[in-house]
C-alpha cells in the first residue's frame, strides 16, 4: 500500500450461500456485513409502535466504485432490523436511478434523473430478524451501465395494523463522515411524507446488501472489538469476492482509489486501484472465495484508509473481470 501498510492475511472460515431460488446471486455491501451496529434509522422502511414514521421518503446514493462493472443486473436488497418483527407495508415502491452526483440535493426529483421503478406492491409482508439480513426481492432488474453511482429511491407506507418497533441499521463507530449523506421525509399515518417532493433530513445512510446477478463483487465484514469500534488494531477483516465455483481471484489493496480508473484491454470493469496483489485464492462451491486480512497492532495505523479490489478469472466465461471496491479506516 505504496510503502505504508503490510497487512497480515490469514484463512477466514466464514461462508455464505450465494444461491437464492437456483440461481447465483452475488452481494455488494454498503458500507459492510456487520450485524453488530448500534445505531439506528426509521425512516427508510421501519417504524415505531406508534406509528411515527409510518409514511416516509428516503433517498440513498451508492458512489459508483462501490457497484460492479457494466451489465450486473440489481436485483434485490437486503437490510438488518435490530430486533425481530413482521411489518406489513400498505405500499412499498422502490425506484433505482444512475447519477454523477456525489451528493443528494433536497428536491427528491432532482436526485432521478432517469429513474426506473423496479418495485411496486402494496400488502406486502416483510419479516425482519435481528439474527440475520432480511431480503426483499425487486419486481424487475435494473441493469447497471458500471459507470454511475447509483441512487435508491424509497417510498413505504405501513399498515396500522402491524405497527411495531423497527429500527434499521446506520453505521457505527466509527462513523463514516466520507459516505454520502441520505436524506429523507417522514410523518405518522396520513401524512402523505411518502409522497413528498423535498427532504426534511439528511443524516448516516442506511446500511444495505444489494443483490446482483451476473456480475463478480467483493464485500467485507468487521465487528465489534473491545474497543467499541470496528476495524480495531489487532482484529480481522473478514472478505468474500463472490463469482462462479471454481473461478480464480486475487485481492489487491491501496490507500487510496486511482484518480483516472483504468481500463485494461478485455476486460469489461474499472481497475481502481493499484493493486499490489494480497492474495490469492479460488471461489468455492458456494460462490464465495473467504479470507481475513489482519490489522496490525501498530498504534501509527490508526485513521489509515484501505481500499480493496478484486480481480477474477471466470472459470465459465473464460474472462477477466475486476469487482466493486470497498474501503475503510483503521480504529483503536
Given at each position: 500500500m505504496?510503502?505504508?501498510l503490510a497487512l497480515g492475511c490469514c484463512t477466514a472460515l466464514l461462508l455464505h450461500s450465494a444461491s437464492l431460488v437456483?440461481?447465483?446471486?452475488v452481494r455488494t455491501s454498503h458500507?459492510?456485513?456487520?450485524?453488530?451496529n448500534s445505531n439506528g434509522n426509521l425512516a427508510p422502511l421501519g417504524a415505531q409502535a406508534t406509528g411515527q414514521a409510518a409514511e416516509a421518503r428516503t433517498q440513498i446514493l451508492i458512489r459508483a466504485s462501490e457497484l460492479p462493472g457494466p451489465?450486473?443486473?440489481?436485483?434485490?436488497l437486503e437490510v438488518h432490523a435490530q430486533s425481530d418483527v413482521t411489518l406489513i407495508y400498505s405500499s412499498l415502491q422502490i425506484r433505482v436511478a444512475p447519477t454523477q452526483n456525489t451528493t443528494l440535493s433536497?428536491?427528491?426529483?432532482?436526485?432521478?434523473?432517469?429513474?426506473?421503478l423496479v418495485l411496486s406492491q402494496g400488502a406486502l409482508p416483510v419479516t425482519y430478524a435481528q439474527s440475520s439480513w432480511t431480503t426483499i426481492l425487486f419486481g424487475a432488474p435494473y441493469v447497471h451501465n458500471g459507470q454511475s453511482s447509483l441512487v435508491l429511491d424509497v417510498q413505504k407506507i405501513v399498515d396500522p395494523a402491524t405497527f411495531a418497533l423497527a429500527v434499521?441499521?446506520?453505521?457505527?463507530?466509527?462513523?463514516?463522515?466520507?459516505l454520502p449523506r441520505m436524506i429523507y421525509a417522514f410523518g405518522g399515518p396520513g401524512s402523505g411524507a411518502s409522497l413528498s417532493s423535498s427532504a426534511l433530513v439528511a443524516a448516516d445512510p442506511l446500511c444495505v446488501r444489494l443483490l446482483w446477478r451476473s456480475a463478480s463483487t467483493m464485500r467485507h465484514r468487521s465487528d465489534v472489538a473491545a474497543s467499541g469500534n470496528h476495524y480495531a488494531l489487532g482484529t480481522i477483516v473478514n472478505l468474500f469476492v463472490e463469482a462462479t465455483p471454481g473461478s480464480s481471484f486475487f485481492v489487491g489493496y491501496d490507500d487510496a482509489l486511482l484518480g483516472v480508473p483504468v481500463?485494461?484491454?478485455?476486460?469489461?470493469?474499472?481497475?481502481r486501484i493499484t493493486a499490489p496483489i494480497a492474495t490469492i485464492g479460488t471461489v468455492d462451491a458456494t460462490g464465495i472465495g473467504a479470507l481475513g486480512v489482519l490489522i496490525p497492532?501498530?498504534?501509527f495505523l490508526v485513521g489509515l484508509r484501505v481500499v480493496y479490489q478484486a480481480g477474477v478469472f471466470d472459470v465459465g466465461t473464460g474472462s477477466g473481470r475486476w469487482t466493486n471496491t470497498h474501503e475503510h479506516r483503521v480504529s483503536p
Amino acid at each position: 500500500m505504496r510503502g505504508q501498510l503490510a497487512l497480515g492475511c490469514c484463512t477466514a472460515l466464514l461462508l455464505h450461500s450465494a444461491s437464492l431460488v437456483g440461481q447465483q446471486i452475488v452481494r455488494t455491501s454498503h458500507p459492510q456485513d456487520s450485524l453488530q451496529n448500534s445505531n439506528g434509522n426509521l425512516a427508510p422502511l421501519g417504524a415505531q409502535a406508534t406509528g411515527q414514521a409510518a409514511e416516509a421518503r428516503t433517498q440513498i446514493l451508492i458512489r459508483a466504485s462501490e457497484l460492479p462493472g457494466p451489465g450486473a443486473q440489481l436485483i434485490g436488497l437486503e437490510v438488518h432490523a435490530q430486533s425481530d418483527v413482521t411489518l406489513i407495508y400498505s405500499s412499498l415502491q422502490i425506484r433505482v436511478a444512475p447519477t454523477q452526483n456525489t451528493t443528494l440535493s433536497p428536491t427528491f426529483a432532482a436526485n432521478l434523473a432517469s429513474p426506473q421503478l423496479v418495485l411496486s406492491q402494496g400488502a406486502l409482508p416483510v419479516t425482519y430478524a435481528q439474527s440475520s439480513w432480511t431480503t426483499i426481492l425487486f419486481g424487475a432488474p435494473y441493469v447497471h451501465n458500471g459507470q454511475s453511482s447509483l441512487v435508491l429511491d424509497v417510498q413505504k407506507i405501513v399498515d396500522p395494523a402491524t405497527f411495531a418497533l423497527a429500527v434499521m441499521d446506520v453505521p457505527s463507530q466509527p462513523t463514516r463522515p466520507d459516505l454520502p449523506r441520505m436524506i429523507y421525509a417522514f410523518g405518522g399515518p396520513g401524512s402523505g411524507a411518502s409522497l413528498s417532493s423535498s427532504a426534511l433530513v439528511a443524516a448516516d445512510p442506511l446500511c444495505v446488501r444489494l443483490l446482483w446477478r451476473s456480475a463478480s463483487t467483493m464485500r467485507h465484514r468487521s465487528d465489534v472489538a473491545a474497543s467499541g469500534n470496528h476495524y480495531a488494531l489487532g482484529t480481522i477483516v473478514n472478505l468474500f469476492v463472490e463469482a462462479t465455483p471454481g473461478s480464480s481471484f486475487f485481492v489487491g489493496y491501496d490507500d487510496a482509489l486511482l484518480g483516472v480508473p483504468v481500463v485494461v484491454p478485455g476486460v469489461p470493469d474499472f481497475l481502481r486501484i493499484t493493486a499490489p496483489i494480497a492474495t490469492i485464492g479460488t471461489v468455492d462451491a458456494t460462490g464465495i472465495g473467504a479470507l481475513g486480512v489482519l490489522i496490525p497492532l501498530n498504534p501509527f495505523l490508526v485513521g489509515l484508509r484501505v481500499v480493496y479490489q478484486a480481480g477474477v478469472f471466470d472459470v465459465g466465461t473464460g474472462s477477466g473481470r475486476w469487482t466493486n471496491t470497498h474501503e475503510h479506516r483503521v480504529s483503536p
